[in-house]
């Protein structure tokens, strides 16, 4: 499906519920009153919720669902997780799956992850989390084009090119916000 179609659907899904969501007090306020909350970062087929609690993120997916179905979208119970900021919250050794509408979702643990956007979400350790995340999607670049980076046959300027427009540009996506340690530029 083409990003154009799926950024048309996702506006009309939200469009239809998101007038409600503010008067039910969904999403984390920006500023002061009367301000619009922050609900629902999206960009194509990747949706954040923002959520205050479990009864009212169940209530909220529990809302897009509904409408996404009338569009005849669903929301994939594999792909969609709960991330929360809470460091204390019950302590569990298995993760938790809240059913909504039918569908068992996944709550991560505090330290867990998840990718949105292209990196790695997670409220511990963020630049930690994403630099690992970035090392392992270079070496699996680098496996895929071995062969031509390793090969005499090439000339070592053409491999070195090859090597920064590949690898190099994987290893790097999305690190200018990065906070880097001497440990984590070491890594790198």
Not at 161 to 179: Q, S
Request: hydrophobic content about 40%; aromatic content about 10%.
């Amino acid at each position: 499906m083409s990003s154009l179609l799926l950024n048309s659907l996702s506006q009309y899904i939200f469009q239809h519920i998101y007038p409600k969501w503010p008067k039910r007090k969904y999403g984390i306020p920006l500023s002061y009153v009367g301000r619009t909350p922050l609900t629902n970062p999206r960009f194509v087929d990747d949706v954040m919720l923002i959520y205050g609690s479990m009864t009212l993120i169940k209530r909220m997916i529990s809302d897009v669902r509904s409408v996404a179905l009338t569009t005849g979208l669903e929301i994939h119970p594999d792909k969609t997780k709960l991330l929360h900021n809470l460091r204390d919250r019950k302590p569990t050794t298995a993760p938790e799956f809240p059913v909504v509408d039918g569908m068992q979702i996944e709550v991560l643990f505090f330290s867990g992850t998840q990718k949105y956007l292209g990196r790695q979400s997670t409220f511990c350790d963020q630049a930690e989390v994403e630099i690992e995340s970035r090392i392992k999607a270079a070496w699996k670049k680098f496996g895929l084009f071995k062969q031509e980076l390793t090969a005499k046959a090439y000339s070592a300027h053409d491999r070195l090119r090859l090597f920064n427009d590949v690898v190099g540009a994987t290893m790097l996506y999305g690190c200018a916000p990065w906070t880097l340690t001497a440990e984590m530029d070491c890594k790198i």
